[in-house]
């Protein structure tokens, strides 16, 4: 028997609901007629695809290998159709785009807009998340397009390189520098080591930018004072301003806050403290026209807010595409 693309549609909704009869809810069919469906595709590859259990399904190590190759041959199938019915060259389609939260404060509304204004075709979807989680997404195909910081990228992945961040050290106003109109170049100056003698609210030990910072602490053999640990940037702002410690976030995350005199900054003397932001999607999968897209559109909106200098950066790599 032949496979079919409604059979493989099948099989990955089944495994990404973990049920049947949810499965046959989001395909508008028949749960018998899934059911025969996924019994059927289990005797053409003679071996158990999907384990039952009295919670749902759950996929077996054949279903698993299955189900990576059927979101490939999905995926491949859905980009040759969209290239043959766009021959106008009018991008469609769903693009799906993980951002971290300090970038997607950044970059959310202009792309957005920017999208909806010049491809209406384009089905975006903004999904922001830990960066922890983006490069998963990407190969697994939920996502079509993220951003991450620092560290070595997935082997999987195509990882360009856009820029890096100035990393700042954040407490009450008054307390580092003055506001922030006058630019970075204001803000006072701390050593790596003189940052053991400030209480830090920081994110949990998970998080990117907290393995980033840990990583510079061992480096610089200087233990840190850490108080408090919170993982969402709007609280340890917060936390900041209202003199319960002090915090360390890009230059990016805190620059409104920053330029208003909720918070004071100061510049972390030692050069090489800055985070790295890659743009990634997966490289064996094929881009749609419609994720070229917005990969060449969130690039020149990138461009765009730091030659403004509305996102202050360390180095922008102008050939990053």
Same mark, same amino acid.
């Given at each position: 028997m032949p496979l079919e693309l409604r059979t493989l549609r099948g099989f990955v909704t089944v495994c990404a609901a973990g049920s049947i009869s949810r499965a046959a809810e989001r395909l508008h069919i028949a749960q018998p007629a899934l059911s025969l469906q996924m019994k059927n595709l289990e005797e053409e590859f003679g071996a158990a695809l999907l384990e039952r259990t009295p919670r749902g399904v759950v996929t077996t190590a054949a279903g698993e290998l299955l189900r990576a190759h059927a979101i490939d041959i999905l995926k491949r199938v859905d980009v040759a159709y969209e290239e043959v019915r766009t021959a106008i060259k009018q991008p469609q =389609? +769903?693009?799906? #785009? =993980?951002? &971290? *939260? /300090? $970038?997607?404060?950044? %970059?959310? #509304? &202009?792309? #957005?807009?920017e999208v909806c204004a010049e491809w209406p075709g384009i089905d975006l979807q903004i999904i922001e998340q830990s960066t922890g989680y983006i490069p998963q997404g990407l190969l697994t195909g939920h996502l079509d397009i993220g951003m991450t910081f620092g560290g070595t990228p997935d082997p999987g992945l195509r990882a360009d390189r856009v820029l890096e961040e100035l990393l700042l050290l954040v407490g009450p106003p008054g307390m580092l520098s003055a506001c922030g109109s006058g630019g970075i170049d204001s803000a006072i100056s701390v050593p790596?080591?003189?940052?053991? *003698?400030?209480?830090?609210? $920081? &994110?949990?030990? %998970?998080?990117?930018? +907290? /393995? $980033?910072?840990? +990583?510079f602490s061992a480096s610089h053999d200087t233990a840190l004072q850490v108080i408090a640990e919170v993982n969402a940037i709007p609280e340890l702002i917060a936390l900041a301003a209202a003199g319960a410690g002090f915090t360390i976030l890009s230059h990016a995350s805190v620059q409104e806050e920053w330029r208003a005199g909720i918070v004071s900054c100061g510049q972390i003397a030692e050069a090489g403290i800055t985070r790295q932001v890659y743009l990634c999607r997966a490289a064996a999968l094929p881009a749609s026209l419609a994720v070229t897209t917005v990969w060449q559109c969130l690039l020149a909106i990138t461009r765009r807010l730091v030659e403004s200098g509305q996102w202050p950066v360390h180095r922008f790599n102008a050939g990053a595409a």
């Open positions: =389609g +769903r693009v799906a #785009v =993980g951002l &971290p *939260q /300090s $970038l997607a404060k950044l %970059l959310t #509304v &202009p792309l #957005v807009k790596f080591s003189g940052l053991s *003698q400030y209480p830090l609210i $920081l &994110p949990a030990g %998970l998080h990117g930018l +907290r /393995s $980033l910072i840990d +990583r």
